[in-house]
């Protein structure tokens, strides 16, 4: 049923290599000098927040009913979302559906050419990230400003964004500093109020003259048809107020049944994602404006996005589905927090990036290498507000890459010789022996680490040392100290025998 | 097939199938009996008004609580008025000259809950602007240098220090407490619910929730000013919205110690969705 979806094309405009190889792309993390620190220091940060937040509220239950309440929502998907469509349209609103990017980029483009738009802005959308809405609009001629501050600065900078709520979580104030005088033509400043007050400067005069605002959604109510969005800065507000048309693009598994099940979802949200207890806005649009409504848009459009999410649930990887995009997974994974969020390539990283990236249709060089970049430490799943057992999902990846094949030649050697070594005693022994003898000769027999060993233990030795294998196998120790137990049994016994025979 | 179909064929197909593992099979919605209240508050009017605005006071925002409709009304017109002194001092003979310094965007009077504020405002020279339209450029140039904004409140939570802000009533905007660098909320104590689960539980009960939602094009809540940590985690204000945030919670029901019922739980689901 499900038809394959397109292949997303890449951007071609990055100002960083967002498509080389993966082993690459990491390589280039870790030697970004400054990465580690801003990335670790906000990251501890929020998840200070997360845990403060949940911690003065019954945050378990507030993880169980969120989750049982999604999972309701995926069991049900189909008649929610024609609940929410009935609704929407009633209230005035305009429904589209995408199957992939191109559907969904084609919808927006021909609404921007209806109604001879000239400037869009918008308000950070993971979704439209995903299917690289901006370029496309951009494609036709039309200027696209991302309102977000933190988005504001990476598209200045010709960049994806590297975290699921943070996008500039990379950057420092010196590095941000730099892109305002560059791009803005500020003056030299390290104050943040002074940048803020700059760029609020600049984009009101957009959000003044833009025909079209567009969003993501963080939830969209099914029994009264609205879009929720939420933000702190209040450009989420702006999108959805000043433009005159709107339009809100969602993943099909963005619905919530009730108002009071967005609540709880809202909450769930905050605190997880930045610590907080509500976020300072959350806009819900219902429709266009009515009679007595002086402001607000005249026509509001939802495009509905399905883009590999229908196949994802076929394909037995529903549970990513329930995910509500707070990226606590990614502020507490130790492997995000060496390597950051570009290095994964994708429009979605961390824990749930690894997950999602390879089951969507999205151009992510490497994908398949994502879900082996996991120490399966578990900390993702402790943080995810709605329990996505992450660690399991991302083994199930992993074996589904091995069945496909995808398992590196040295590794297949090594299995190979180690089933070999395994089938018998008298081999196993030999290998054993063979090892000790090898690691021996290459440390020296100094009984000192090894420092270089032959591909592909090359790539361990490059940064650690290994310590060589024992000059006695542990089955000879074993052997020895049984011996010598026997041994000291019987010197026990026969003294006390004679003890005993020397008291007769 | 269209798109739509396509999608939701897809769906369904995969629901149907007996071997798929997520989503449980027996996924049950929450009922309002069991979903959580997520946070708690005071009952008392009076101690809704001091929690709501020291949570607000911890967001970076301000309030103050006053006992009397006279009292409101002249706090609400010392605020505008000290704000136009502070933003005097703060450019420091750099004067803007927009000969708008002394206008205010808002709600039309009868909007704002508070008997005579529109008389109050005039007294001391202040203009309120309640815009017919905002569509042209020259409406837009019209309000978009406009500094204070004054507005009521739909409701306003006391647990967070949110407000709820409802669009398409007679004589309310948007834009009142979005465009301006100040806003000033006016809260009436009978506004003030413990929690939005409170707000959530007294529209059900008196009638379709679901309804009334959808007569308002848009529906914001509001909990403190508007703020950003993407400068490398400094918290900076008044990123697009209103960076002072300000409350004047006042009593308007007369007596402050009554509380109103807000526990809803003795009632049946079906009762309550009535």
């Given at each position: 049923?499900a038809k394959t ?12 290599d967002?498509y080389?190889?993966f ?7 870790l ?9 670790g220091r906000t990251?501890d940060?929020m998840?200070?927040?997360r ?10 239950l507030l ?8 999972e309701?929502?995926?069991?049900n998907?189909?008649?929610?979302l024609?609940s929410?469509e ?5 209230n ?7 199957r992939?990017a191109a559907?969904?980029?084609?919808i ?9 738009v000239?400037t ?5 959308s993971?979704a439209t ?14 200027p ?6 933190g ?15 943070m996008?500039v979580?990379?950057?420092?104030l010196?590095?941000?500093s730099?892109?305002?005088?560059d791009?803005?033509?500020m ?5 943040p109020?002074?940048m803020c ?5 600049k984009?009101?005069a957009?959000f003044?003259?833009?025909?079209m605002g567009?969003s993501g959604?963080n939830f ?5 048809g ?6 702190n ?7 959805s107020?000043m ?8 993943g099909i ?12 979802q809202?909450?769930a949200l ?8 509500m976020?300072?806005?959350m ?6 404006r009515k009679?007595h ?11 509905l996005?399905d883009?590999?999410?229908?196949k994802?649930?076929?394909?037995g ?7 509500i995009?707070c ?5 507490v994974?130790?492997?995000?927090r ?7 390539g ?8 690894a997950?999602?990236?390879p089951l969507?249709?999205m151009?992510?060089?490497d994908a398949g290498?994502l879900p082996h970049?996991s ?6 799943k402790?943080a995810?507000?709605v329990?996505i ?11 589904d890459?091995v069945?496909?094949?995808n398992t590196p030649f ?8 180690f ?5 018998s ?9 063979m090892?000790s ?5 290459m ?7 090894l420092r270089?060993a032959?591909p592909p233990?090359?790539?361990?030795t490059?940064?650690r ?8 196998s ?9 011996k ?5 049994a019987a010197?026990k016994?026969?003294a006390?025998n004679?003890?005993?025979?020397g008291?007769? | ?7 939701l064929?897809?769906v369904?197909?995969?629901?149907a ?5 997520f989503p449980?099979?027996?996924a049950r ?18 101690d809704l008004?001091?929690?709501?605005g020291?949570?607000?006071?911890t967001?970076?925002g301000s309030y103050?609580?006053v ?5 409101a ?6 605020r ?24 205010l965007?808002?709600?039309?009077a ?7 504020i529109d008389?109050?405002?005039k007294?001391?020279g202040?203009?309120?602007i309640t ?7 020259e ?5 978009r240098?406009?500094?204070?904004g004054i507005?009521?409140v ?14 398409s009533e007679?004589?309310?905007n ?5 465009l301006?660098f ?10 003030l ?5 409170a707000?959530m ?9 679901a ?6 094009a848009?529906?914001s809540?509001i909990?403190?000013?508007?703020k950003?940590a993407d ?9 697009h919205?209103?960076?002072f945030?300000?409350?004047?919670l006042f009593?308007d ?9 807000w526990?809803t739980?003795?009632l049946s689901d079906?009762e309550?969705?009535?």
């Open positions: 049923m979806t397109k292949q997303h094309q890449p951007v071609t405009n990055y100002s960083i967002f080389a190889p082993d690459q792309r990491v390589e280039r993390s030697n970004d000098k400054y990465l580690r620190t801003a990335v990251v940060k998840s200070d927040g845990m403060a937040k949940m911690g003065e509220v019954d945050g378990e993880r169980t009913q969120t989750r049982q309440m999604k309701y929502v995926l069991r998907l189909p008649q929610l024609e929410f009935e609704n929407l349209t009633a005035g609103g305009h429904v589209h559906w995408a992939d559907e969904a980029n084609a927006i483009q021909q609404l921007a050419r209806e109604n001879k000239k869009v802005v918008k308000s950070k993971m990230e995903e299917i690289h809405l901006n370029q496309a609009l951009e494609a036709m001629g039309i696209v400003v991302e309102t977000d501050l988005e504001y600065i990476i598209q200045l900078d010709n960049e994806p964004p590297s975290h699921i709520v996008p979580i990379h950057k420092r010196e590095e941000i730099q892109i305002f005088q791009k803005l033509d003056p030299p400043t390290f104050d109020a002074i007050s700059a760029a609020r400067h984009m009101r957009d003044m003259q833009a025909d567009i959604c969209a109510i099914a029994e009264t609205t879009v929720c969005i939420c933000t800065e209040g450009n989420g507000r702006l999108t107020t433009p005159r048309l709107y339009v809100a693009v969602m598994e963005k619905i919530v049944p009730t108002i009071e099940d967005a609540f709880l809202y909450q905050c605190r997880s994602a930045t610590g907080q207890r976020t300072v806005y806009s819900m649009t219902n429709g266009p009679a409504d002086i402001d607000g848009p005249e026509e509001f459009h939802v495009v996005i883009n590999g999410r229908s994802m649930l076929a394909d990887y529903g549970e990513a589905l329930l995910c995009r990226g606590a997974c990614l502020n994974c130790p492997v995000y060496e390597i950051g969020g570009h290095a994964y994708s429009t979605y990283s961390g824990p749930i990036g997950v999602i990236s969507l249709p151009h992510v060089t290498k970049a120490t399966l430490c578990g900390a993702c402790d995810c507000p329990k057992d992450l660690p399991k999902l991302l083994l199930d990846l992993r074996a890459d069945a496909a094949g040295f590794e297949k050697q090594a299995i190979k010789g089933v070999n070594a395994m089938s005693r008298k081999k196993y022994e030999q290998a054993g022996k090892a003898i090898a690691s021996q000769m440390t020296g027999f100094g009984g000192g680490n270089f032959p233990l090359s790539g361990w490059e940064s040392t290994l310590p060589p294998f024992a000059k006695r542990f089955r000879e120790q074993w052997k020895e100290r049984v010598a137990r026997h041994a000291q010197r016994l026969s006390h004679l003890t005993k025979g008291s007769d | 097939m269209s798109a739509r179909d396509e999608i064929s897809s369904k197909g995969t629901l199938r007996h071997d798929l593992w449980p099979h027996d919605p929450l009922t309002r009996a069991e979903r959580m209240t997520v946070t708690s508050g005071p009952t008392a009017p009076i008004a001091n929690r709501f020291k949570e607000l006071a967001l970076h103050e609580v006992s009397t409709v006279p009292g009304r002249m706090a609400c017109v010392n505008i008025m000290s704000w136009i002194d502070e933003e005097k001092s703060e450019r420091k003979g750099m004067a803007l000259n927009t000969g708008q310094e002394m206008e965007l808002g709600w039309r009868e909007n704002l809950a508070l008997d005579g008389e109050g405002l007294a001391v202040l203009r309120l815009p017919e339209s905002v569509d042209t450029v409406d837009r140039d019209a309000v240098l406009i500094r204070y507005t009521g739909e409701a306003a939570f006391a647990s967070t220090g949110s407000m709820i802000m409802a669009s007679p004589g309310a948007r834009i009142a407490s979005l301006p100040r806003h000033l909320a006016l809260i009436p104590f009978s506004k619910y413990p929690t939005a689960e707000w539980a007294e529209l059900r009960q008196f009638g379709n929730f309804e009334w939602i959808r007569t308002h848009n529906l809540l909990t403190g000013p508007s950003s400068l490398e985690g400094n918290l900076t204000l008044g990123v919205g209103p960076k945030v300000h409350a004047i009593d029901i007369g007596g402050l110690g009554t509380a109103r019922p526990d739980d003795d079906e309550y969705n009535r």
